[in-house]
């Protein structure tokens, strides 16, 4: 497999590209995020994610557990009433974040957690105990679902687990299994999926519309349009090129993947500190008051994706550009195509002036004040005019008298 640093970026996959990094990031500050990509067949989807799996930072957990039990806040049903000194007594060890992968084969009881053969047909000592599935394993990481399409439509009980794991953050999940008692577990993994909705059976939102909804965020794959890019593409997938890769950047490559894992790291920390401001969030609200949405995930996405986005920008504060550019990635799956494009125009036509229009309830921060806040792509607010100021907000609020 290509990895990750070398894979071809172009307008069609840059949308993914940013989606697996904020994904890693509040995944690392146990805040899932969960993600799906939507593209015809072979554009690339599955490869960049597979691939993100080499860039994945480290964890630490208490040694030896299956359930990755963060040593400050263990969760198992064997950790988590432990003492701080039982736990140090235990040890801990790092180990790369999890990610695993459900396939179209795989029973409930591989995805949840079954009976631990092994122990049961021990002959020195049988007994039975859990073994947890997939999903338990993959705490504090990712859990990847290739044309989750199908599954959601072949897979009725794999779907009500994944529900009840990406309906709250963190998740649960409950392992039942005849003669032991049931064990409810804390998860917080991030959901990856990939589909292709112009194959049967359709698109996850026509087949299961609340896991659907349970996706923060949804990106469609463009193909490659630049004749140079797809060159090095076949380049870089021919046999000869991959041969000769293996001997010339294996040091190269665990190089370029550190680089990565320090800047995840990085943004992880700056992440845990930042915050949205007062009037962006005021300006989520509006949006969602407007248009009439559903779901109030969707603004919480909306919120979590523009502080995530300024911060693999290189941006020391988020602007209203950061959560535009959330509006088709958040509510793609959420709403109809004609409510889509009354947002999208409605915000191109309104441009950076929606980023003032919050202030009439807006609570004050000197700070936030300064017009060094707003220092390329805002007019001073001394510099509108009071008509404008006043029929944009009648806009936003038309049924306000």
């Known amino acids: 497999m290509i990895p990750f640093y070398k894979l071809e970026r172009y307008e069609g996959n840059e949308a993914l590209f940013e989606l697996v990094m904020m994904s890693i ?209 076949l380049k870089e997938n021919s046999h000869q090129w991959k041969a000769q890769a293996k001997e010339r950047e294996a040091a190269v490559e665990e190089g370029k993947n550190e680089v990565f894992r320090s800047n995840i790291v990085k943004w992880a920390g700056q992440y845990e500190k930042a915050d949205l401001p007062d009037f962006l969030r005021n300006y989520i609200a509006r949006l969602y008051i407007k248009h009439n949405l559903e779901s109030i995930r969707a603004i919480e996405a909306m919120q979590s994706g523009a502080i995530l986005h300024s911060i693999i920008k290189g941006r020391d504060k988020v602007a209203i550009n950061d959560v535009t550019h959330m509006i088709p990635l958040v509510l793609k799956h959420r709403v109809d195509s004609d409510t889509m494009v009354r947002m999208i125009n409605d915000v191109d036509s309104k441009g950076v002036k929606d980023g003032i229009l919050s202030f009439k309830n807006r609570k004050k921060n000197d700070k936030e004040a300064d017009p060094d806040y707003f220092p390329h792509n805002a007019t001073p607010l001394k510099d509108i005019r009071r008509s404008d100021l006043v029929n944009t907000e009648k806009s936003l609020t038309p049924n306000e008298g």
């Not at 309906?167 to 649960?172: E, I, S, Y």
């Not at 064990?183 to 990856?192: F, L, N, P």
């Open 25 to 233: 990031v509040a995944s690392l500050v146990g805040e899932p995020l969960h993600i799906h990509a939507e593209g015809l067949r072979g554009t690339g989807k599955t490869t960049i994610m597979r691939a993100a799996k080499g860039i994945l930072p480290n964890i630490t957990r208490i040694k030896g557990c299956v359930y990755n039990c963060d040593p400050a806040a263990p969760h198992c049903p064997h950790h988590r009433n432990m003492s701080p000194n039982e736990i140090s007594n235990l040890g801990t060890e790092e180990i790369p974040m999890p990610f695993l992968e459900i396939s179209h084969s795989a029973k409930v009881g591989t995805v949840a957690g079954s009976v631990d053969l092994a122990r049961l047909t021990d002959i020195s000592h049988p007994e039975a105990q859990l073994l947890p599935g997939l999903i338990p394993q993959a705490h504090r990481g990712i859990i990847f679902i290739d044309e989750i399409n199908r599954l959601a439509d072949t897979s009725p009980e794999i779907t009500d687990i994944l529900l009840d794991v990406m309906g709250n953050k963190p998740g649960h999940i409950q392992i039942e299994e005849a003669g032991l008692p049931v064990v409810d577990v804390t998860v917080s993994v991030s959901v990856w999926a990939a589909s292709n909705p112009d194959e049967d059976p359709g698109p996850v939102e026509e087949i299961r519309r609340q896991l659907s909804d349970r996706f923060d965020m949804v990106c469609y794959m463009g193909r490659p349009n630049s004749v140079d890019i797809l060159s090095q593409m």
